[in-house]
C-alpha cells in the first residue's frame, strides 16, 4: 500500500480525544473513535498522524431497529482526503489524510439520519491535474490518484483520465493498479454507479498485483451491492459473497492471530556497503510487516461486517456460502477456526 510511516504531523482532531492504550472517545455527535495502535497515548491526544490507521464506529443503540424491528444500515462517507477501508457498516477504518470530515449516516432504525462526524483539520487539499504526458506509469497513476478528493471527487474526470490510462498501458498489473484507483474514486464519491463500481472491483480485484489492495477491492464490490441494494435480501447476499471473496484472499496469505508491530529502521546515512545491506533488509522487513498489519486489519473490518450482515443466526449460511467461494479444503478449515473465534466473541457481548 502506498500510505506513508504514521508520523505525528499536526494534523488535529476535532471535538475528540483517544483513550490511553486503545480507550474509545466519541467524535462529533456519536461517532466513537480508536486507535488501532495498542501503545500507550495520552488521553488529551488531539493529534494523529497521517497515515494512522483508526477505527471508526457507532454506538450499536444507534443502529437498533425500533420495536425490535430489523437493524439499519449504516453508511460512511468522506469529504477531503485519507481512506476509508469500508463505505458501509457500524465499524470501518480510517487511514488518516490530511484534512476530512466522516459522516455516518443510519438509513434506518432506530435513529435515522446522521449518527455523527469526525472531522481531521490539516494543512489543507491537495491540487488535482491533468494526465501527465510521457510514458511513466507511476507518474500517470499519482496524477489519477490526485483526483481523489472525497465526495468532491469530479468522478467523470476520474473515468476520463482512467480510460486514457488503459488505453496506454497494456500490461495485466498496470491495468488493475488503474482499475483499483477508478474503483477508489468511484467509492470516495459515493458510488454514482453502482454498477460500474461493481466492474471495475471485479476487474482490480483480478488483476491488481497486491493481496491487501485485492481485498480492498472485493471490499468496495460489497460496499457497492449495498448501496445498489439497500435494505435488500438479494444486496446483502451479494455482498456477503464479495466479502467472502475477500477473505478467500486474506486465507492464502500468512497473516498473523496478534497485529503485528512496525519493527524500526535505521536511518541510511550512506555509509559503508555492510551498512547500507543492514538498511535495505530492514527496509523489506519493514514493508512484509505493513503489508501483514495491513490484511490484518482488513481481514478485521471484512469480519465485522459479515458477522453484521449474518445476524444472529447466519453462521450456517456463511459456512455454507463459504464451502462455494473459499476455493480450497485448507482456506476453508482456516476460515472455519475464525469463524468460531467471532461468535464466541459475539455469544460474550
Do not use: C
Not at 435513529?111 to 490539516?122: E, S
Not at 449495498?226 to 486465507?251: H, I, Q, S, Y
Not at 482456516?334 to 464466541?344: M, P, Q, S, T, V
Request: a negative charge; aromatic letters at 4%; hydrophobic letters at 40%.
Amino acid at each position: 500500500m502506498r500510505w506513508a510511516i504514521a508520523v505525528l504531523v499536526g494534523v488535529t482532531i476535532s471535538g475528540v480525544g483517544f483513550g490511553d492504550g486503545g480507550a474509545a472517545d466519541k467524535g462529533d455527535g456519536g461517532v466513537i473513535v480508536e486507535p488501532v495502535s495498542s501503545g500507550a497515548l495520552p488521553k488529551d491526544r488531539t493529534e494523529v498522524g497521517l497515515g494512522e490507521d483508526v477505527w471508526l464506529s457507532v454506538d450499536p443503540r444507534q443502529v437498533t431497529g425500533t420495536n425490535g424491528g430489523a437493524a439499519g444500515q449504516v453508511d460512511w462517507s468522506i469529504t477531503g482526503h485519507g481512506r476509508l477501508m469500508a463505505y458501509t457498516g457500524s465499524r470501518t477504518l480510517y487511514r488518516v489524510g490530511d484534512s476530512a470530515t466522516i459522516t455516518a449516516t443510519v438509513r434506518s432504525g432506530g435513529r435515522d439520519g446522521v449518527a455523527g462526524r469526525f472531522v481531521v483539520n490539516g494543512p489543507g487539499a491537495r491540487a488535482a491535474g491533468g494526465k501527465v504526458e510521457g510514458v511513466d506509469f507511476e507518474r500517470d497513476l499519482g496524477v489519477l490518484r490526485m483526483l481523489e478528493n472525497g465526495a468532491g471527487t469530479d468522478i467523470k474526470r476520474v473515468r476520463e483520465v482512467a480510460g486514457e490510462l488503459l488505453k496506454d498501458y497494456s500490461a495485466p498489473e498496470e491495468r488493475g493498479r488503474i482499475y483499483e484507483e477508478r474503483l477508489i474514486g468511484e467509492a470516495a464519491a459515493g458510488y454514482p454507479d453502482r454498477g460500474e463500481a461493481i466492474e471495475d472491483a471485479q476487474q482490480a480485484a483480478k488483476l491488481a498485483p497486491a493481496p491487501e489492495d485485492r481485498v480492498q477491492a472485493w471490499m468496495y464490490r460489497a460496499d457497492a451491492e449495498l448501496l445498489r441494494n439497500p435494505g435488500d435480501a438479494a444486496g446483502r447476499a451479494a455482498a456477503k459473497e464479495a466479502l467472502l471473496g475477500a477473505m478467500n484472499v486474506v486465507l492464502g496469505e500468512e497473516v498473523p492471530e496478534l497485529l503485528p508491530e512496525l519493527p524500526a529502521v535505521s536511518m541510511d546515512d550512506g555509509g559503508a556497503v555492510a551498512a547500507e545491506m543492514e538498511h535495505a533488509g530492514e527496509m523489506e522487513a519493514r514493508k512484509r510487516a505493513e503489508r501483514a498489519r495491513t490484511l490484518w486489519l482488513e481481514r478485521e473490518v471484512v469480519m465485522d461486517h459479515l458477522m453484521e450482515l449474518a445476524g444472529a443466526d447466519g453462521g450456517a449460511a456463511l459456512r455454507k456460502m463459504a464451502a462455494r467461494v473459499v476455493d480450497t479444503a485448507a482456506k476453508r478449515d482456516r476460515f472455519e477456526a475464525i469463524l468460531e473465534l467471532w461468535e464466541e466473541r459475539a455469544n460474550k457481548k
